[in-house]
């Protein structure tokens, strides 16, 4: 299995809705990733989590919060989100491992915020 | 910081042709990794190929390679024989080796057409 399986692949919620993305993998990876993707735009790194801790947060809002229940799951809760929050949220995870390090992504969540 | 440039927003190519698509990145570091990522219109993120900045060897993927100059901080990446699957954006990614907090930075990406 070399999946990283998210869901919902699509999502629309009002700004007073309280919403959760999810993120999977069996791939025994020890870190995983958020991603928030605009249209015509790079991906930007929200969160990493490695080993189950939280290990990058590059200064996200706290509307968005993340959560890794296990070395398998990812989450990431939302509250109280802008328009401007609108994006293709991607997932990823990697093996935490020096010489073979690379990034396996999953489909993403298409959010749009009314 | 490290910075990526990607200084071609789009190409196209006729099919079976060959295709280079360019990448230069800044950075302070000595032990780094670097990646070339396509986005078909599904937008999955699909990894295409990726190099140690320690090897000197190009790395190779059945028709994709790469051209890296270390000391030029430049990372093409050449696909030969191109088919319509190909048609997609493709980022150019760094990350430096810096276990337990590992980033990877992406560049604005390069739109490739396969025109039939």
């Known amino acids: 299995d070399t999946e990283v399986t998210q869901t919902p692949k699509h999502l629309v919620m009002g700004m007073t809705n309280k919403k959760s993305l999810k993120c999977e993998q069996h791939?025994?990876?020890?870190?995983m990733y958020w991603y928030k993707q605009k249209a015509k735009k790079p991906p930007e790194l929200m969160f990493v989590?490695?080993?189950?801790?939280?290990?990058i947060n590059e200064s996200v809002p706290s509307r968005f919060s993340p959560e890794c229940p296990n070395s398998s799951l990812l989450n990431l809760h939302l509250h109280a989100l802008q328009p401007e929050d609108s994006a293709l949220y991607l997932c990823?995870?990697?093996?935490?491992?020096?010489?073979?390090?690379?990034?396996?992504f999953g489909s993403g969540t298409q959010l749009s915020v009314l | 910081a490290q910075t990526v440039t990607q200084s071609q927003p789009e190409m196209s190519v006729q099919e079976a042709e060959t295709v280079t698509l360019s990448c230069t990145y800044d950075?302070?570091?000595?032990?780094?990794?670097l990646f070339w990522y396509k986005q078909p219109p599904s937008r999955q993120m699909i990894l295409v190929i990726r190099q140690e900045a320690y090897k000197q060897q190009n790395a190779t993927e059945n028709r994709f390679s790469v051209n890296f100059q270390k000391a030029a901080k430049s990372f093409s990446l050449k696909i030969s024989d191109s088919q319509l699957g190909d048609t997609a954006m493709y980022f150019c990614?760094?990350?430096?080796?810096?276990?337990?907090?590992?980033?990877?930075?992406f560049g604005t990406g390069t739109r490739l057409t396969i025109i039939p």
């Open positions: 989590y490695s080993y189950e801790k939280l290990s």
């Open positions: 791939m025994g990876h020890r870190a």
């Open positions: 950075t302070s570091e000595n032990n780094y990794y």
């Open positions: 990823a995870s990697s093996q935490r491992n020096d010489r073979n390090e690379k990034l396996f």
């Open positions: 990614a760094f990350m430096r080796w810096d276990f337990g907090n590992e980033k990877l930075t």
